[in-house]
């Protein structure tokens, strides 16, 4: 054999840029270039082994921090480590010899992640200022309990008036219902469910009559009865020791969606300790506050986001206040972790199985983020040729773009829901939108950074400041199309760099009223396509008096046979739908690619590759137990497993309450674990790490019985193009959701 090195170079610089022979991510592809070219494995290894090391003459810098010369050869810097065995070498020596420098292996976390040491609360060193900064910032207000619980009765006035948080208006509101339930629930303990729903809505109809969910009698009802969770949360609470829940005093439990009351209120109960000098007081509250940034903060403190989205505060038993953090879904079946590929590989990171290789889990999940970024702009270059080439054609239905990126979508695409011009707002603070609306000239160049483009950006910023024109939706839509693929306009980002999704929410839209004529003339095949679109125009839904058309009604007969006979837009649409479909095989690939490493790993390890391969098969390996893990963080299953939030969280899904270990208890039934998954722990953990396996056709993770062959689904893991970015969603496999419902049911 005999082998094209030029070739060779090039691939391997072509898949990681500059070669670093040093670099474990590099070898990687450098092992799958030579596997690919037909290398035997042995020979592979040998030649990877030779390429890294270092000849004893060859000179690298001085291992000694301390040391006069700058260069050394590598005999004696040897030397000088077998002579100082302790001694940490100098960050330059690290740099030359690449594994060599790593005196001491470094432990791999594994197990529950920890936030990020630049956040961690510190109570001996910080201030008031630094503990506010670090649990979420925004002003704090010294309260007591009665000016908490007004503040909590303030917040959830403003939901009902229409004050929406993280999960949208409705989900907010839904939040606020089953936070409704449990208050009820403590003062009616024998409530039923369908007494609970009554009196739901009987305190929405009573205290927040002006409210839309107080006017729309059947559309509350629908939410209420996915909003009945916290009747068996408040049994659960009250009748198990690890909440140690005790007489409540006047106005607790109180319970709420706003996460800055709670943090108020347990940082001014923790400086009432501080002031009166009870140490042990202070220890309870500094716990209760480091609870609160693990779980009511969003990533940008911790690094990760809490998952809690009520909280209820209520006294114990010794009259300390303590805070139940709730998770709050509409189902067991609704989506639990919605992670970008960053998160995602950070969980895995975190959780990596000590024999894998990190540099090689993380190239491989970081793969499908900058693929994924890569379609994103492929989308845009895409796009910008069919609006050349179709610029006609789209100009006569500019219009109807304008309202389709207006157009609210939602949860469901009937309702009486205004406009939203969020969108095209945004597009009006892009320079290049402002330049073609201002009819100023294109900008130089397509990189920002670059002089010129900032000198016409400021001259742009300039003219805008100055003009009083206002435009119309059309003229916004034709600029923002005009700009596609110039410029800044590359890609999908926020803000002023979305320019490109705008375009994507408003072909979502054609494309759906298309997709409905089409479907209309299918069922009808007498109905001509005037007729279907006037049909599509006119659909609703919900009882007589409160029906809920179509994207509002904003859409006439005519608009959408518009639609239908725009070839241009349809060429748009379908690039929108080749975006949203380019994720499809990325979880496929992302699997495979971690079997490969564990394959190659205990071929390493002294294993034939046919050894390897049946291995491979029979149980996860290293690298794919990294990945299993990092699922399992980002579900928070390692929390439940380890009882560590045992009477901290529970998690309220429809007319379900789970506390954690209902999780662990169905992951155990699930699997098949022998031992008791509430007193042995590390085994249940170990049991899934191994014997869970990622099935890359269904995008899920699923037990294989070996003995029976028999399957269960315990989670479900979709990669897809979500919104803006490339998302990972998390959820419960079918298995876990029917154990979960036969045990909420059971309560």
Known sequence: MIPNWNKILKEWSYRVGVIKPSNNTHLYHLNKILEERGWPNEIINQFIQNLNEIAPTDMVSNPNPKG?????????????????????????????????????????????????????????????????????????????????????????????????????????????????????????????????????????????????????????????????????????????????????????????????????????????????????????????????????????????????????????????KRVLYITNKQGEADMQSNSTIETVSLATKENIHPDANEDVVVQVQEGASKMATGFNNKYVKRSAQVIQENREDLSKVEDIIGKAAQAQTGRSSFHNDKPDEKYLNENMKNPEVQAKLLGMDNPPNDDPKSKEYKE?????????????????????????????????????????????????????????????????????????????????????????????????????GDDIERIMNNKGLEALEQEQEKRARSMDGMYEETTNGLRSADVNLYITQGMSEEEALEKSKNEAGPHEQSYTAGFMERMHWFDYISGDVDGRVVGEMGENSHPPRHIRECLAEQTGFDGDPNTDRDGLKEHILKNVRADSENQTLTFVNKQSGETRTLGSDAHRLAGRNEKMAGAFGIDMVNCLKSKGAAK
């Open 68 to 320: 006069r010369a700058k260069k050394v050869q590598y005999r004696y810097a040897k030397q000088w480590m077998d002579d100082n065995p302790d001694a940490e070498t100098s960050d330059d020596f690290k740099k030359d010899v690449g594994k060599e420098k790593d005196d001491k292996p470094k432990d791999k976390p594994k197990g529950e992640p920890k936030p990020p040491k630049k956040n961690a609360l510190n109570f001996e060193n910080d201030t008031t200022e630094d503990i506010v900064k670090k649990t979420g910032g925004g002003d704090f207000k010294k309260v007591n309990r009665e000016q908490t619980v007004e503040r909590v009765n303030n917040n959830r006035e403003e939901v009902f008036a229409g004050k929406s948080g993280k999960g949208g208006g409705d989900t907010t509101v839904q939040e606020e219902m089953t936070n409704i339930g449990r208050e009820i629930a403590v003062q009616n303990p024998n409530i039923t469910k369908e007494e609970l729903e009554e009196a739901i809505l009987k305190e929405i109809k009573e205290k927040y009559p002006d409210s839309k969910y107080a006017k729309n009698e059947d559309k509350t009802k629908k939410l209420i009865k996915k909003s009945t969770a916290g009747l068996q949360t408040m049994k659960e609470v009250q009748s198990r020791e690890e909440y140690d829940y005790g007489e409540q005093p006047s106005g607790l439990p109180t319970n709420t969606t706003d996460g800055q009351v709670v943090r108020d209120y347990l940082l001014s109960k923790y400086e009432e300790a501080k002031q009166r000098g009870d140490t042990e007081l202070m220890k309870h509250y500094e716990r209760e506050l480091k609870w609160f940034q693990k779980k009511a903060t969003d990533k940008s403190v911790t690094g990760k986001e809490g998952d809690a989205d009520t909280m209820m505060i209520f006294e114990d038993k010794s009259g300390r």
């Open 456 to 556: 016409w950006k400021k001259k742009v910023k300039s003219k805008w400041n100055e003009s009083e024109q206002n435009f119309t939706p059309e003229q916004i839509v034709q600029a923002s199309l005009d700009v596609t693929g110039t410029g800044s306009v590359q890609g999908i980002g926020t803000g002023a760099n979305s320019v490109p999704y705008t375009t994507v929410k408003a072909t979502q839209v054609t494309r759906d009223l298309r997709n409905r004529v089409k479907d209309m003339m299918k069922k009808n095949p007498n109905m001509t396509q005037k007729e279907a679109c006037e049909a599509v125009a006119k659909d609703k839904r919900g009882k007589k008096g409160e029906e809920r058309p179509l994207y509002g009604g904003q859409f006439s």
